[in-house]
């Protein structure tokens, strides 16, 4: 097999293509499932590589590399859609697309996966079982995985372990490390939607007694559910709900029928008892409140995601192939978070239920590099000189285990 440095210099060579690919995916952000572009350039680069790519649910790709010899089968994930969200970072390949930015780093995870795929190509009778390259659409909105998962993701081959990595930007830590949560357990929290409307009565903004205002109803609500996490939860409960979207009428000197908000709500809690708690309490608090003020209200949850957990074997194994491959430029993440998950979510967390799974992380700009913000900021910046190291810790990762896994 490959030595550790034979791979890195491999490529290292290939980072003209992976800069390539990466900015041509910045200039043309896409969202969801609607990743026509996306998956065009995808499945062409696999295809002049040699692989024969398959569709797989709505918007998926995949393709197997190795085969060749008998073994187990790894996953390795590389997510591909974007955010609805207005570029403002000022990089001269920034997005051509008017309300769409890579600004979670997506665009970096494909071509680094595809960077991989061409490493472990030009190695395929080296591979000691099958490699399953997985190109996954709908992260932010936590609809890919389960839809790749349906349709056949973890099948035929079975898979027996799965791989994930995320760029991080605006980190104090400098750019090409590889951060590992060799704690395992749960390492990220679920997530889910909700919607809360509230209904009362519109009319004359100089009438309001004749009125049954929706506004100050929901507003008193907003300020209400925050009793939940200072007076209902305790001290050990992870469980946070965020309303990021606030809407209502659509003049000054009108009062509107209905106000509504949107957010999301995170827990720790692989059981559900926190989540339930929260859907019984906020449930009861908008309908409460809202009577309390005249109106009527209705909210809704959707889009679960659980918590990401993982593998505590299989993390240790990747510290210590990220350490062969990066030496330094390989950190156990633990000491940072105390062993703690962490608030954000991530729909790869699906797999995490079925297979043993790790994510990691690789650091993409720092501020004193000039990378100042963090992921889903319109001005977050990633640096695409650490591609080469993404794609080599993605084939390394696959080959490496394999190896020791027949």
């Known amino acids: 097999m490959l030595t550790a440095k034979e791979l890195l210099g491999r490529a290292q060579a290939l980072e003209p293509q992976l800069v390539e690919w990466r900015r041509t995916l910045h200039r043309h952000p896409e969202v969801g499932f609607d990743l026509t ?17 398959k569709d797989c649910g709505k918007a998926g790709v995949i393709a197997l590399a190795g085969g060749k010899k008998p073994g187990k089968t ?15 970072s000022g990089v001269d390949y920034a997005s051509e697309v008017p309300g769409k930015m890579h600004g979670c780093g997506h665009d970096m995870h494909t071509a680094m996966m595809l960077g991989a795929a061409q490493l472990l190509k030009e190695h395929e009778d080296e591979i000691e079982g099958t490699v399953k390259l997985e190109f996954q659409p709908a992260e932010e909105i936590f609809q890919g995985s389960p839809d790749m998962i349906a349709n056949g993701l973890l099948e035929n081959p079975s898979v027996d372990a799965a791989v994930m990595f995320h760029v991080l930007g605006g980190m104090p830590i400098p750019a090409g490390v590889v951060l590992v949560p060799a704690c395992g357990g749960i390492t990220m929290a679920s997530c889910e939607q909700y919607h809360i409307i509230v209904h009362g009565k519109g009319g004359h903004g100089s009438m309001p007694e004749k009125c049954i205002d929706p506004i100050t109803a929901a507003a008193h609500i907003h300020i209400a559910l ?12 992870f469980g946070v709900f965020t309303t990021g979207r606030f809407q209502a009428g659509a003049a000054s000197n009108v009062i509107p ?7 999301t709500i995170r ?8 989540t339930e708690l929260l859907h019984k309490r906020m449930t009861e608090i908008a309908q409460g409140v809202a009577t309390a003020y005249r109106c009527t209200a209705e909210i809704t949850f959707s889009d679960y995601c659980p918590c990401m957990v993982v593998d505590k074997e299989l993390a240790g194994n990747a510290l210590t192939y990220m350490g062969e491959l990066l030496g330094k430029g390989a950190m156990d993440m633990t000491p940072m978070t105390g062993g703690k998950p962490g608030g954000g979510s991530e729909d790869f967390a699906f797999v995490s239920h079925e297979v043993p799974t790790v994510s990691m992380f690789l650091t993409a700009g720092n501020a004193n590099e000039g ?17 080469f190291e993404g794609s080599a810790a993605y084939a390394y990762m696959a080959l490496r285990w394999l190896q020791e896994h027949k």
Request: aromatic share 6%; no cysteine; glycine share 6%.
């Open 226 to 237: 925050q009793e939940i996490n200072s007076r209902e939860l305790d001290a050990h409960s």
């Open 371 to 387: 990378y100042t913000y963090g992921q889903h900021h319109p001005k977050v910046k990633f640096d695409d000189s650490v591609l």
């Open 267 to 274: 827990t720790t809690d692989p059981e559900g008892a926190v």
């Open 257 to 263: 029928d209905s106000a509504e908000m949107w957010g």
């Open 74 to 88: 790894i996953l390795l994930r590389g997510d591909m859609d974007a955010l609805p969200i207005q570029e403002e």
């Open 37 to 53: 572009q996306t998956k065009a350039l995808v499945k062409k680069a696999l295809t002049e590589m040699g692989y024969e790519p």
